[in-house]
Each structure stands twice: as structure tokens, then as C-alpha cells.
């Protein structure tokens, strides 16, 4: 083990990079060994993107102040084209394919095998089908990119690295948007990788994966490296990770709370739901789950198993055709055939994409909290600009949403923020029962623990919650109450003390 | 978390602003068009020897830009919505033909053919928004259907020919003036104390409104600003009255224009509808699931402009004095310049009713101002089509540079 640390393929050193007013990186060093995984890990906003991006050239040299050595070499990129050029490959978050095209199409796009401008097609897709064995993709290089999921999607995009000859593989949050399966066939693929002799830089929040495949970590916080820690020397414990990243200690990731379960809020019965435009398929089959006052009731389950469509039929038949079944509130069958009506019998919903359908981004805190409840401050249709000003603050204070004002517009807040005003905007229509579709998706671990405290809160005045997630510690750490769905149909439910992840995985596999 | 409220505190500083300058410099999106505007008029009344600003050509600036500006108050909407409307200059058109063959040939009385087509505007709206609203029918698809159709209507109701004179009263809708209430004749004085009412009404709202914005803290205007800003609006609107005092007074379509241009201010700033047309065009999914009856609010926003084009046909069908198988033709291109040069954005959610308005004169005082010059149609379109680019141009160079 010891020889990896001898030889370094990259040493980033003493990076120091500005932005008019702030300073976001500050003196970081990046060492990353031939032929290991680094982990690079810090909060959101801590500097880990800035970082790959001056790496990468997006930030060309000269912008920043520091020195990085590749290979032994000094070198200043002025662009991802040089970068990539020498071997260095960034897998974004959110995937650059283009959905329309075909894989083979993707993996070569800017790059195509072509003698004069003419494309060679046999060539191309041979070649492509085998980039495809190699990361384990069965699927034609003919096959449309939208055709995939986003599991898939990913491998294609790491089949694209591989022909361009990658050395240093950076994946940003590689399974953020991946199913439990999927990320560990992606881990899996980094370690074969790595077999070979590719050296990957791997961001993520996901500890448990970190301290599966990484051989060092990085932390960063602040703008500033705060350790390295060499995995094999020592063993790392995921509470001194969250330390360094967060600065200070979180005994428990979970807020503490001692249920008070009252009476049954929501009862769904029977509940079916056909897909949208398949006709034939049905998408949720004689679903039934009930909700009690003060409970935080969490739906476990994988991509693809219904959970969204469930909740989004639900909430003003959002999802599918055909619905039947019955919903109650408190013993009494409400209609909740449209999002006016089901808001108005006691319903919220909490979107699972708070960029695309849960807040407008050009607008302002303000107006983003109001919106689904104007009538509220309005008299006539006239909106009473002060009582909404005073609303949105009340709320800002209430969720503790950082931001300078409540004029300011959503999209400069972080992540964690806008889920606060989202979580703002259902609050004040004043609902029975809330449905969260993943509410901590893509927000750091800080502003977690927050959105974990505001739930207990709600849970706490005696509303009822119900939590869809795919990160099943969070379900474990914070329900009373798990259903489990696979296909469609409500596989299982555990109560919250003897629910644990091999007993959901198992009811997943079994039904 | 007291490192996190130092940040805060922090950000909160920087969004007070101090000095004129850097005021102006946070707000040239707001102001830019109209400087512009002011920019453009003292252009031409310099190179036109002061003809632009003589009473009688600032009347009829007024009447020849009247149905753009009124049509841009109901594109401003539909383009905030996320949508466009390319039949307007179809239906101003249509409109005004069949106005003219119920007036001219069926001899119908003017009270009961001006509501009548407004309706028939507003069932026009609405059976486009419908296909845009309930099929989801791309609105650039059905208005340019719409723009065929209503352009061949238009011939087949007039059969090719124009029709006209209008009984007088049919006329007064655009070039009737409000009389003299002391009969003094010139100056109008109904004007002059029309024009220092409006600048006196505007200064108090400014006040109140700032004297609120105060009372929160979330005033960011400098008070010298402030004064001068109100005051050079009150001083020009006063200015511009007595200059149209002195020749015959307000025109009633003048009176018109202000007062929806004052409405639909009002509805897109102060009312639920307008709030949640600009939350259905910055984002319709989330609008939908906020319970927001997205497609009852497109549906309306068409109907609207529906009704808005066809009372600009009505007006310029008036002006002209018959209807004429061209009448009416590519306004849909003058008004929807007019919208983006007044800072719309063509992705929806973003615009402002006097950015229209703006827009529309800007637009209005470029025709007007190069006809007197006698600059030939060809570099008029040349010029107008890089003054739009220009203040696209510049709304998008602002936007990058703040975020």
C-alpha cells in the first residue's frame, strides 16, 4: 500500500482562487496518487466544484494562484479542451448527454471517428460496444440516450471518459440521482477501474460510499483543506468525516423526538393509478396507507417503484389516468381531484424537484411563499402587500431561511434554502398532512439536520408526515412508521424500532 | 451557527445601497429603457429642428402609436405567460373590416358595434387560447394559423375593397379630443388640470409607496433620487400637457391608453391573477402544483388580448376613417418588439406593463421621428430591427453581469 503514496499523478498546491468579494478557495492542496480513488468531501458551498473547475480549466490558469502538477508536469489550462487532452475527465452532476442522440452518438460527440467529415458508423459502434463491455452497459450503442435511465446514462458518460483516453476520472456526486443497485454497480466500475491503473477523484456526500471505495480522503470546508486522511493506515470513522466537514460534532444526524401519535389524519384506500400515456400499464396497484397526527410515516422503496407517482396522483391527480380509491381525512372521504381541492381538504406536497416543480426561480422568497396560498393575503383579488410581507418574514424566521431579505430571488439561495422555502410555501397553506418527495435530496448535511428539525417540528404540532426518500438511514433515523413499495403495490411496513436496511431491502427482493 | 450570521449580516450590508451612482448602476435595467426613451426624443428634436416636440406632431405621435401601445398591454401579458401572439395585426384587421361593414353597409348604430366587436375580439382570444390552453398547442403555431386566417377573413368580409366613411361618432373613438370644460379653447385647460392631476396623483402614490417601503426597511432608493426621479416624471407629464393643450387638447384615445395602461399596471402588480400569471410563466409545472389553474389563466390571458387588438382595430379603422384590406399589417411585429424592448423575456415570467409602454413609444418616436427626417421606409426597418437587438442585447448583458 505504501508505494500508491510515492508517486502522485496530481498535486494541486496552494490554490487560492477569488470571486469578487469572496474568497473561495484559500491555500487548498490536492494530492491524488496514481491509481487510487480520492475522496473529496465538504459541504455544499465548500469549495469542492470551484476546485475541479480551476483543475479543469474552466477557470483558466491565471485566474487563480497556485501551482498544479499532472504527471510530473507543470501545467496551466486554459480550457476543458486542454485539460481533456491531457487526461483529465469531468463527469458533471447533472449528465452533458444529449437524449435524442444515440449512446454511440454521445460517446464520440466532438470527437467522432471520421476520415473527411464522414462519419465511420461500423467503426464507431464497434468501438462503442466495446467502452460499453467495459463499464458493464448491455444495452445496443444504437439505442437513444432517453431511452436509459439516469443509472445508465451514467455509465455511458464514464464510457465516454474512457475513450478519450482518461488518466484522472473526477465524478461530481456521481450517485446523487442513483438507486442503491446502481450506485454500487458505479462503485464497483471505479474499483475495476482503478485495477486498471485510473485514478479517480470521487465527490460525494454519500459517506458510506466514500469509506467503501476511497483509499484518502480530502475534506474541505470553507474554501480551505481541513485534513487528508489516508484510509489504509487508519481506520476512518464516518463521524470524524462529518466533523471536518461541518466543523463541529453531530452526535446525532437525527434530531431527537419522542412521538405523540394522535388520531388517524389520512387514510388512502384501495388506491390505483394507470400510466399517462401506456394505457395498459398500471403504475400503482390497491395501495393503501394511513398517516396519524404527530407520525412521520416514510415510503421506502426504489427508483422507479411508484412512490412519486403515488404521492403525485394523490395531491389533484398530478400523475396517471384512471385513478380510483378513496382517500379520508379523519374518517371523512375528501375530494382531491384537483391541487386547489386537495389543498383545500388539508394537503400538501412537496415536490421531489424543487428546481423544476417546486419554486420560480426569477421569483422572490416572498412570492414563492405565498403562491399557493394568495387568497389568504388578498382581499378581492387585491393582495395586501403588507400582511404578505409580513407572512413571508414570519416564515423566513420560523424556517430560519438565510438570505438577505425576502426579496431576494430563489435561485441565488443554496440548496438547502430553497427547500426551506418550498417547506415555507406548504406551511402556510396550513395542511393536515404533508407529503415529502426526498426533501434533503442534494443539500449538505448541515442544512439537513435543519430540514430533519423543522419535520420533527411539524410532526410535533401534531400534523401528520409523510417522507419519501431514498436514503434509507434518513427514513430509519427519522420515522415511526416505514411502508415499503415495490412495483407499484405497498410491499411491507415496518415499524420505525424494528425497521433496519436489510429488512426493507428484503421485503423489495421478496415481493 | 454564529459564524453563519456574521455571513449573513455580511450580505445584508451589501444590499444597502448608499450613493446615486451605484443606485443607478443596481437599477439600470428599470431605468435604462426609459432613458433611452428620453435619450431618442431629445435625438430627434434636435435633428428635426423641433419638430418632433411642435403640439401637433406630439399628437400625433399619440394617435399613431395608441393601438401599439394598447396591444402591447395585452402581449405583455401573454409573453409574461410564456406565450406569443402573432395574429394581433390579423385581428386589428378583421376587426376593424367588420366593424366597418356592420357601421357603413348594415348601418347599425356605433354603441352597439363597438361592444359587439370587442366581443367578437374576445371570442377570437379565446378560441386560440384555447388550443393553446386545453391541447397544448405550441401558441406560436396557432396565432401564426390565426394570423392566415383572420388576414383572409379580412378580404373576404371587406371582398377586397375598403370600406368607409364612418358616421362621426364612430370617428371620435380616435380622433375626437376632450373638449374645454371653461371653453377657452387654446390652451385647453381641461388638459393642463388633466395633466397636473395625473403628475399630482403619481408623486403622492410615489410618496406613500416609499413612505411604506420606509416603514419595512426596504427602501433602497436615495432620497435625492427619489426627489429627482418624481419630480422630472411630474415635471414632463405637466410639460407634455400644456403642449397639447395648446394645440387641441387630450385626445380621447390619449384618455384610454392611460387608463389601461393604469389597469393593467394595477392587475399585473396588485392583483392574484397578475401574480399568478408571472408564477404560470417563470415556472408552470410549479405553478400547477401550487394549485394555480394554469390552463384557465392562458385561456384568459389570449381572451385579453383577444379584446385589447380588437379595440386597436377599432381605433385605427377610426383614425383611418374606413377599413382597408391591409390595415393592420405586421403590427404583431411592432408590438411584440415593443414588449421585449421594454425588458420582457421571451422565456416568460419576466416584464413589466411600462416597460411596454416604453417600448411602444420608443418604437413610436423612431417612426416618427425618421418620417420627418424623411429617412426612406428601407433604413427604417434596418434601424428598428438593431434597436431592438441593441435592447435585447443589453437586457441580456445586464443579466449575466449580476448573476
Redesign the interface.
Known sequence: MKNIHMQAILEMQGITKSFP?VKALDDVNLTVARGEIHALVGENGAGKSTLMKVLSGVYPHGSYDGDIVFEGKSVAFSGISDSERDGIIIIHQELALVPLLSIAENIFLGNEIAKGGIVDWPETNARTEELLKTVGLREKPVTRVDALGVGKQQLVEIAKALSKKVKLLILDEPTAALQENDSQKLLDLLLELKAEGISSVLISHKLNEVSRVADSITVLRDGKTVSTLDCHSQKISEERIIRDMVGRDMAHRYPERTPEIGETLLEVADWNVWHPLQTERQVIRDASFRVAAGEVVGIAGLMGSGRTELAMSL??K?YGRNISGTVKLRGKEIDVS???R??ANGLA?V?EDRK????????DVM?NTT??N??RV?RN???D??EE?QVAERYRKALGV?T??V?QKVM?LSGGNQQKVVLS?WLFTEPDVLILDEPTRGIDVGAKFEIYTIINELAGQGKGVVMISSEMPELLGMCDRIYVMNEGAIAGELAGSEANQEKIMSMIVRS | MTE?SA??RE??A??AVVSIGSHLKNHLRDYGMLLALVVIMAFFQVVTDGTLMRPVNLTNLILQNSYIVIMALGMLLVIVAGHIDLSVGSVVGFVGAVAAVLLVQYQLPTLVVIPACLILGILIGAAQGYWIAYWRIPSFIVTLAGMLVFRGLTLWVLQGQSVGPFPRGFQLLSTGFIPDAFGIGRPNVTAILLGAATAAILVYMAMRNRR?HMK?G?EDEPFSFFLAKNGLIAAAIVFLSYMLATYRGFPNVLITMAVLTAAYTFLTN????G??I??LG??E?????????TERLTFLTFANMGMLAALAGLIFAARLNTATPKAGVAFELDVIAAVFIGGASMSG??GKIVGAVVGAFIMGVMNNGMSILGIGIDYQQVIKGLVLLAAVIFDVYNKNKS?
Open positions: 468579494g395531491f389533484g398530478s384537483t391541487v386547489g386537495a389543498v406536497y415536490t423544476a416543480l417546486g419554486l420560480v426561480l426569477e421569483e412570492r403562491l399557493a394568495l387568497a388578498s383579488g387585491v393582495i402587500n403588507a410581507r438565510r438577505p431579505s426579496f441565488n410555501k | 453563519v455571513r449573513e450580505t445584508a451589501e444590499g411604506r419595512y426596504i396588485s392583483t392574484t391573477v401574480r399568478r408571472y408564477a417563470g415556472n409545472k410549479a405553478a400547477k402544483l401550487s394549485g394555480i389553474p415570467g419576466v448573476t
